[in-house]
């Protein structure tokens, strides 16, 4: 990871091409990936946005070869993967980590917590002194204390020292790509904000690309760099976070900002009809949003909208985008110039 | 909060302890805990894991966990009628009547082996004789109420067949059935997406709005209380720590849990913080009584008495109240 030469920084770290996944066959096919693209830098953060059924965390399980593509490659470093997990190399499947949503659950519960760090580091051949060493250097690393947590079990940490240890456990192979799925759903607000600042940390000093998969949209935006927002396993809209959520081009972009509740912030306009998301069962056609959609023409159901540029680095597959001057028109209202 | 003397609250809570008694150890879980709810007023309950608010609305409806003995002191009175002296029969026989509850999973609340008209309307035909063409009925207008499209299509289908938002919609048809005088929801769009959220949050602002019941909203979510629920309690560690309009309790907060909460939450507006406002520590073990505050330990203005003395309910305002040393201090310093 230390080696940076401008040439190896120019290549993208994790690369995801046209991927398609589907789930079942015949009648029962769900079609759960439909054409994704996405691209990740060393120190770089990007976001996976979308609703129960967007095909985000399946995206996640592509790339780290749990499930095999129909269609699609994943390249580290620029050289293409196998698509599942057991045909890769060792390197491979070292650099690439996952970190769950159930932080308890997926800890070893008969180990303690410096056993279930060192256990990576063993499986590589680390001796035993190194172990040790290493384990202190990954506690600290996320804001733990060997002597005080080191030789408890899973069961006797709280949720947020639980999940804080999972992330010392995927860092202990000094992965190229940490991939974060709901990491912090099941946490307390009060936990939470540990947590994301502990991501955070590990990102900048650690120059790992972190892809991070969440529901929701307030702690995307203050953990990520690039956000890329789904909808029943299609791309809608993908750029830099604050410009997406601050002035979003996809109409599905804005509709699912509109419907996250802040506190002492009424909501705005839901932007979206009431019509459930169409099944995944169905192969799908045109734009997946249009039953949705309040712009959506004839046009959207006949043919599916490209990922065009509207901005630096900034993509969206809509055939009417939201325009700049509309996107300008926030749904927040200022509190600047308000008549007294 | 004061009620005329003719008004019968719809939910009366005094001084509510509740302890999990298992074998030698004994969980407090609640600690003296107070709330009036109004006929058709809405109150939001907030809390992180561990604060009580889950067991709190199960108390109310007379749930009591399995495996071990609940040790209650307090009273809890449903529309006027006293719930802890009911018997385990009578709470049965009541049910729905008096409270029925929302709960988070509609489809682990649902038997998925029977279909949903038949649950919906469990809560009257498990009392009265009903003719089961009426009954059908009778459920097939309540889904039509909830928003449920092409209901009676709909009644005939098992909960599987139903997206998560509309299954939600079946569990709110059944709990507000037998027109109950309070509805509990717990956490009852935790498990939805946002987009859906928003419209079954709506709907329980129409079912209430129509039926005139006091309804309590159960979240760990503060940002969902807004515009939802006319007053929000916020609890900790079996406690109530603060209690006002839910605007101004999240606009300009008076105990420092709160204020850390409100800090600790991600924001879509506003500037971005690269690096949240977490608070330290945890929560204290609930396995012993607390002494004093339970957030003493984490407290950013905390003094020696926050570890041995209860602090007092402080009024802060009209119908705005905190259970904190400092905010008391505060109080005495501008009189």
Known sequence: MTESTIAAEDIPVLEVTDLEVRFGSGGATVYAVNGVSLSMRAGETLALVGESGSGKSTIAKAVVGLVEPAAGEVLLRGRTQAAQRVHRDKATRADIQMVFQNPVGSLNPFMTVEQNIAEPLRNRGVGKAERGARVRELLDMVGLDADTVGARRPGQISGGQAQRVSIARALATEPAVLIADEAVSALDVSVQATVLNVLRRIVDQQNVAMLFISHDLAVVRNVSDTVAVLHLGQLCEIGPTEAVLSAPAHHYTAALRAAVPEPGVPLGDPGMTDADPPSPRIKPTGCSFRDRCLAATALCAAERPALTMVGPDRGVACHHPLERAARAADPVPSTLGAPA | ?335
């Open chain 2, 1 to 335: 909060m004061t009620a005329t003397a003719s008004e019968t609250l719809a939910l009366e809570v005094r001084d509510l302890e509740v302890n999990f008694v298992s074998g030698e150890t004994v969980t407090y879980v609640l600690e003296g805990v107070s709330l009036d709810v109004r006929q058709g007023e809405a109150v939001g309950i907030v809390g992180e894991s561990g604060s009580g608010k889950s067991v709190f609305a199960r108390t109310i409806l007379g749930i009591r966990p399995r495996g071990s003995v609940v040790d209650i002191h307090g009273s809890i009175r449903v529309a006027g009628a006293d719930q802890l002296a009911a018997t385990d029969a009578e709470i049965r026989s009541r049910a729905g009547d008096l409270a029925s509850m929302i709960y988070q999973d509609p489809m682990s609340s649902l038997n998925p082996t029977v279909r949903v008209w038949r649950q919906i309307v469990e809560a009257i035909t498990n009392r009265r004789r009903v003719r089961r063409d009426d009954a059908r009925a009778q459920a097939v207008e309540l889904l039509r109420s909830v928003g449920v499209p092409d209901p009676e299509a709909r009644a005939m289908a098992y909960p599987g067949e139903f997206s998560g938002g509309m299954l939600q919609r079946v569990g709110i048809a059944a709990a507000i059935a037998s027109h109950p005088d309070l509805l509990l929801a717990d956490e009852p769009t935790t498990a939805l997406d946002v987009t859906v959220q928003r419209r079954v949050l709506d709907l329980l602002d129409d079912v209430r709005a129509a039926s005139g019941m006091g309804l309590v909203l159960v979240t760990h979510d503060l940002g969902l209380l807004a515009d939802r629920t006319d007053r929000t309690v916020v609890m900790y560690a079996g406690r109530i720590m603060e209690t006002g309009p839910t605007g101004i309790v999240a606009s300009t907060p008076a105990h420092p849990y709160t204020r850390g909460l409100l800090a600790a939450i991600p924001r879509l507006s506003g500037p971005i913080q690269r690096e949240l406002p977490a608070i330290g520590g945890s929560l204290p073990p609930l396995s012993a009584p607390r002494a004093g505050c339970p957030f003493a330990a984490r407290c950013p203005v905390v003094q020696e008495r926050c570890f041995t003395e209860r602090p007092p309910a402080v009024t802060v305002a009209d119908g705005h109240t905190a259970h904190c040393w400092a905010v008391a201090d505060d109080q005495e310093a501008s009189r």
